[in-house]
């Protein structure tokens, strides 16, 4: 019986492992098995793997002729090429899609960047074990208030700037009517209906009164309440736009998918062969069909910069995004004006794609899930280590409740936690404390007028003393 080993310590070979004869049976001639595993060692052989860019998972650095990689799934791949004795080769890819091709064809073993665990993929090719989850996010740029004749009128509601038209008009129809009565063109001469709009108008403008209209008595109420509702509404409309001018008020940002997908035109994902915008066309969601319909395959950057000129948002992973854009987009005082909503698009595991029943997935998968386990266990533990106490702190302490306390926080998850700041109760000592301060100083003025007042007194009883005595007559004897 034959075996072929395509990795060991000399290379692929065929390998007896036993023999059978009628008189003697089955004998092996290596350890009992018949079916040894092929890939749990690769005895130093040299893979082809592939990758591409995806921070902060794989990154690439070109120093001089040397590529450098580092990252997190690259330090995963380092680990499990120790753990299985490979080492590995990438191959170039200027695409995502040139990054799945090779390893389709088995040119390379596998893709060992994070893919996200789509039903439609499974369609093309396998995944290793889900060693995480990642939440996919959209990130786009701040509105921003767009220059407009409009901006005048932003500091007063539509229902404000309605009234005072109808009022405008109100009052120069009844002025109108008035200035044509012949009993009133006969005391005051005759007034044309553009002259009485125009100095209406212009009372409302803060232009004043020509004292035509003001002239009748039978006018001084109504002119009266068109100059005081003239004043209020131009006092009013005046802070409003200084107030909006110094503070505008931006146009909302949109947090969640149903905003985003009223808002923009299209969004941009990472090329994955039409993938994600088959999963989107495919839910049973209306805004997720509605975001399927939009979407452009294209570069992480090239998506971003996308955001900034049109109205357009990117796709990816949330670290992702917070790594290019602080790296590329941000301002010195560390501001962007991109922005990534609040709202998770979708919450997937991610996994490494590889060939349709590759025979050395089970091995990178044991590899994978330790990784996961050691991780998980390092942050179950990670809380333990910071036990600052002393050793005999329980013996030490006398008070019950602050032994009660200890032995919570050692406990697994630290259910005991120190109480916040009581901020009513804080708020109140410092307006306490500000009180007894202004009473102190209200006191120190008071004894320091008083001290000067009793000063005072006493010099001008002595210059009263001194001035009756010059005044006094000398008694001689």
């Given at each position: 019986m034959l075996v072929h080993l395509p990795y060991s310590p000399d290379g692929a070979r065929v390998l007896q492992v036993a023999s059978w004869t009628p008189?003697?049976?089955l004998r092996y001639l290596t350890p009992p098995t018949l079916f040894p595993e092929k890939y749990t060692n690769f005895y130093g052989a040299t893979i082809n793997v592939t990758a591409f860019t995806y921070e902060p998972y794989w990154q690439e650095s070109i120093e001089g002729n040397t590529t450098r990689y580092s990252g997190t799934d690259y330090n995963q791949l380092v680990t499990v090429a120790q753990t299985l004795n490979f080492t590995f080769r990438v191959l170039p890819s200027r695409s995502w899609n040139e990054v799945t091709d090779q390893m389709q064809v088995r040119k390379s073993f596998m893709a060992t960047v994070i893919y996200p665990v789509i039903p439609q993929d499974l369609e093309r090719w396998d995944f290793t074990f889900s060693y995480d989850q990642t939440a996919g996010k959209f990130a786009m740029a701040t509105p921003v208030i767009t220059p407009s004749w409009l901006s005048f009128c932003y500091p007063l509601s539509g229902q404000v700037w309605i009234g005072v038209l109808a009022c405008t008009l109100t009052v120069c129809f009844t002025l109108v009517k008035i200035t044509r009565r012949k009993t009133w063109q006969t005391r005051h001469g005759v007034l044309s209906t553009g002259s009485v709009v125009l100095e209406s108008v212009g009372t409302l403008l803060?232009?004043?009164?020509?004292?035509?209209?003001?002239?009748?008595?039978?006018?001084?109420?109504l002119v009266g309440t068109w100059l005081f509702f003239s004043v209020v509404v131009g006092t009013a409309y005046r802070a409003s736009l200084m107030a909006s001018l110094t503070l505008p008020r931006l146009p909302p940002r949109p947090e969640t998918i149903e905003e985003l997908v009223k808002v923009i035109d299209r969004v941009t994902a990472r090329s994955s062969g039409g993938t994600y915008t088959k999963f989107f066309l495919n839910s049973e969601s209306s805004a997720f069909r509605e975001l399927g319909s939009m979407m452009v395959e294209g570069d992480d950057m090239d998506g971003l910069n996308a955001a900034l000129k049109m109205k357009s948002a990117h796709?990816?992973?949330r670290l992702t995004l917070q790594q290019i854009i602080s790296r590329n987009f941000a301002k010195l005082d560390g501001t962007s004006r991109l922005y990534i909503g609040k709202e998770k698009l979708l919450q997937l595991s991610i996994a490494w794609p590889v060939p349709h029943d590759a025979p050395y997935t089970p091995q990178v998968d044991k590899c994978l899930r330790i990784i996961s386990q050691g991780e998980?266990?390092?942050?179950?533990t990670l809380d333990d280590l910071f036990d600052i106490a002393h050793a005999d702190a329980l013996k030490v302490i006398t008070?019950?409740?602050?032994k009660q306390f200890l032995i919570s926080q050692r406990m697994k998850g630290r259910p005991g936690a120190m109480a916040g700041i009581d901020k009513?109760?804080?708020?109140?000592?410092?307006?306490?404390?500000?009180?007894?301060?202004?009473?102190?100083?209200?006191?120190?003025k008071a004894a320091t007028a008083f001290a000067q007042a009793q000063e005072i007194a006493e010099l001008e009883s002595s210059s009263a003393v001194l001035c009756h005595l010059e005044m006094s007559p000398v008694v001689t004897a």
């Open positions: 008189t003697s049976g803060g232009q004043g009164l020509y004292g035509r209209l003001s002239t009748s008595q039978s006018n001084h109420i796709l990816g992973a998980q266990s390092f942050k179950d008070i019950e409740e602050d009513t109760l804080s708020i109140k000592e410092v307006i306490k404390l500000h009180r007894e301060y202004m009473e102190l100083k209200r006191r120190e």
